[in-house]
C-alpha cells in the first residue's frame, strides 16, 4: 500500500519563475491538502482539496494555485517565485468521511515533502 | 479553527517516559487530537489519534480528560531515535489543520 508520494525531492528555481509540485495520495484517500514549511518553523495550511476543487485555503496569496485530478492526485503551483518561498511543501492525503464519534477518526498522512530553494 | 498551545522544547534521559502536553481550549465537537512526529527535513509521521479518555498504541499513549480542552501525549522509554519535533493537531478532516511550533523533544544519552 503507498503511501503519499511527492515529486520532485529537491528543485531549485530562478526568482521569478515559476514551479509545479506533484503529489499523489494514499492509496483510498481523496482529499489533498498542501502546507509549506519553512526552515526551523511548523508546517503552514495552503489549502485542501477534495472532488477536484479546492475547499479551504490558508492565508497565501493568489500566487499560489493547485489542482486536484480525477486520481485524486494533485498539483501544487507557484508563480513569481520570491526568495521567501524557499520552503519544504508537503502534501497530505485524508479520506473524506461522516463524523461517527467513534474514537478513531479519519487521520491525515504526509509525504517526504519537496524542498524548493528559490535563489 | 482550534490553535493549540505546547512546550517549545522538553530534554529527558534515554530510557525514561516523556509526556508532552497540549492545550486546545476551543476545540469543537467534531474536533479529534492528533499527534506527529518530524524528523529534519522529512514529513510529519503519525504517531496517535483519539477524541476522549485514552488511547494507547504501540509506541505511544494519549490521554484527554472530559473536557477535552488538553490532550497528553506519553512516550514510553525514549530512545535517542526518538529526538525529533512534536506536534498536536486538532480538527477534523473537513477542516485546515493548525500546526503550532510543536515540541523539540531531545533525547541524552
Known amino acids: ?119 | 479553527l482550534a490553535k493549540t498551545t505546547q512546550p517549545i522544547s522538553m530534554d529527558s534521559y534515554e530510557g525514561q517516559e516523556v509526556n508532552i502536553t497540549c492545550s486546545h481550549n476551543n476545540i469543537a465537537t467534531n474536533d479529534y487530537i492528533t499527534w506527529y512526529q518530524q524528523f529534519p527535513s522529512q514529513g510529519p509521521r503519525f504517531i496517535i489519534q483519539g477524541y476522549k479518555t485514552k488511547v494507547t498504541n504501540e509506541v505511544a499513549s494519549l490521554f484527554i480528560p472530559a473536557d477535552r480542552k488538553s490532550s497528553t501525549l506519553s512516550l514510553p522509554r525514549v530512545s535517542l531515535s526518538d529526538t525529533a519535533v512534536y506536534y498536536c493537531l486538532v480538527g477534523d478532516v473537513g477542516n485546515q489543520f493548525y500546526f503550532g511550533t510543536g515540541t523539540s523533544l531531545t533525547v541524552i544519552p
Open chain 1, 1 to 119: 500500500d503507498a503511501g503519499v508520494t511527492q515529486s520532485p525531492t529537491h528543485l531549485i528555481k530562478t526568482r521569478g519563475q515559476q514551479v509545479t509540485l506533484r503529489c499523489s495520495p494514499k492509496s483510498g484517500h481523496d482529499t489533498v491538502s498542501w502546507y509549506q514549511q519553512a526552515l526551523g518553523q511548523g508546517p503552514q495550511f495552503i489549502f485542501q482539496y477534495y472532488e477536484e476543487e479546492e475547499r479551504q485555503r490558508g492565508n497565501f496569496p493568489d500566487r499560489f494555485s493547485g489542482h486536484q485530478f480525477p486520481n485524486y492526485s494533485s498539483e501544487l503551483n507557484v508563480n513569481a517565485l520570491l526568495l521567501g518561498d524557499s520552503a519544504l511543501y508537503l502534501c497530505a492525503s485524508s479520506l473524506e468521511a461522516i463524523w461517527q464519534g467513534s474514537s478513531s477518526g479519519n487521520t491525515i498522512y504526509f509525504g517526504e515533502g519537496s524542498w524548493l530553494t528559490v535563489v
